[in-house]
């Protein structure tokens, strides 16, 4: 449960090594979250985030989980809340793809839609499914910007990010008054190791930054949070624009 401060006690982190889920992981430790599952495929990475999460006080443990193999989610995820309950999961996997390559390789698109929403679905609805039995909890959803409106420069990644997106909306909505509390995060270009060597967007923010808005978001109960906040009125003006002008925008 959360303490007498609304802080997470325990949190599981679906993408055990991404930059936004240990970023995320710190601040919550540092506000007294003492429990951390880190979810992901076994590696030294894995193993070497855990490490640091318990230098930083927190119990740690890692449990495998690979978000292409939705035939796993339910025994994979589900062994971790028989340990006991759970307050907080981000759900922080998935991977940009190469649009040029993944446009002439079929098979390539499909991984990047099959990881960043069939898995995102899997795992979604099986953690969702045990903080209802539980009775409380937050799942939180990293989306991004991109599935706002579809770019040519990554309109698969983008796509998938739509689809994820609004799976998380409507999860929220189904689980309304059920005590589990579904929060979307946008953000926008994250400057980390997944987006080393790309040319930096306008508003770029960086894993720290996402990981304070969320922690924020949850202290305020929000159901939607744009990194950075400009974002929110920057992609409701670029909704409407008509489509032969968004073609030719530098974005």
Same mark, same amino acid.
């Given at each position: 449960?959360?303490? @007498?401060?609304?802080?997470?006690?325990?949190?599981? &982190? $679906?993408?055990?090594?991404?930059?936004?889920?240990?970023?995320? @992981?710190?601040?919550?430790?540092?506000?007294? +979250?003492? =429990? &951390?599952?880190?979810?992901?495929?076994?590696? #030294?990475? $894995?193993?070497?985030?855990?490490?640091?999460?318990?230098?930083?006080?927190?119990?740690?443990?890692? &449990?495998?989980?690979?978000?292409?193999?939705? /035939?796993?989610?339910? =025994?994979? $995820?589900?062994?971790?809340?028989?340990?006991?309950?759970?307050?907080?999961?981000?759900? @922080?996997?998935?991977? $940009? *793809?190469?649009?040029?390559?993944? /446009?002439?390789?079929?098979?390539?698109?499909?991984?990047?839609?099959?990881?960043?929403? =069939?898995?995102?679905?899997?795992?979604?609805?099986?953690?969702?499914?045990?903080?209802?039995?539980?009775?409380?909890?937050?799942?939180?959803?990293?989306?991004?910007?991109?599935?706002?409106?579809?770019?040519?420069?990554?309109?698969?990644?983008?796509?998938?990010?739509?689809?994820?997106?609004?799976?998380?909306?409507?999860?929220?909505?189904?689980?309304?008054?059920?005590?589990?509390?579904?929060? &979307?995060?946008?953000?926008?270009?994250?400057?980390?190791?997944?987006?080393?060597?790309?040319?930096?967007?306008?508003?770029?923010? =960086? #894993?720290? @930054?996402?990981?304070?808005?969320?922690? +924020? *978001?949850?202290?305020?109960?929000? /159901? +939607?949070?744009?990194? #950075?906040?400009?974002?929110?009125?920057?992609?409701?003006?670029?909704?409407?624009? #008509?489509?032969?002008?968004?073609?030719?925008?530098?974005?």
């Amino acid at each position: 449960m959360k303490d @007498a401060f609304g802080a997470p006690q325990s949190l599981l &982190v $679906l993408g055990g090594t991404s930059a936004i889920g240990l970023a995320t @992981a710190r601040r919550l430790i540092a506000r007294r +979250t003492r =429990t &951390v599952w880190l979810a992901g495929r076994p590696s #030294p990475a $894995l193993e070497s985030a855990a490490a640091e999460l318990r230098e930083l006080g927190a119990y740690v443990r890692t &449990v495998a989980f690979d978000a292409l193999d939705s /035939e796993s989610h339910e =025994t994979a $995820l589900g062994k971790i809340f028989t340990e006991g309950d759970i307050d907080m999961v981000l759900l @922080a996997f998935g991977i $940009l *793809g190469d649009q040029g390559r993944d /446009e002439e390789e079929p098979l390539s698109a499909v991984r990047v839609a099959q990881t960043n929403y =069939t898995g995102a679905v899997s795992a979604g609805l099986v953690c969702a499914g045990a903080l209802q039995a539980q009775g409380h909890g937050s799942l939180v959803v990293l989306s991004s910007v991109a599935g706002e409106r579809a770019r040519r420069a990554n309109f698969i990644y983008g796509s998938s990010k739509a689809g994820l997106d609004a799976f998380a909306q409507g999860l929220g909505d189904a689980l309304h008054g059920t005590g589990v509390h579904v929060m &979307v995060v946008r953000p926008g270009f994250v400057r980390s190791k997944m987006t080393a060597g790309m040319p930096e967007a306008p508003l770029a923010t =960086t #894993p720290d @930054a996402v990981a304070e808005a969320i922690v +924020t *978001g949850l202290r305020r109960h929000s /159901e +939607t949070v744009w990194v #950075p906040g400009a974002l929110r009125v920057v992609m409701s003006a670029l909704r409407h624009v #008509p489509r032969p002008l968004f073609r030719r925008l530098p974005v």
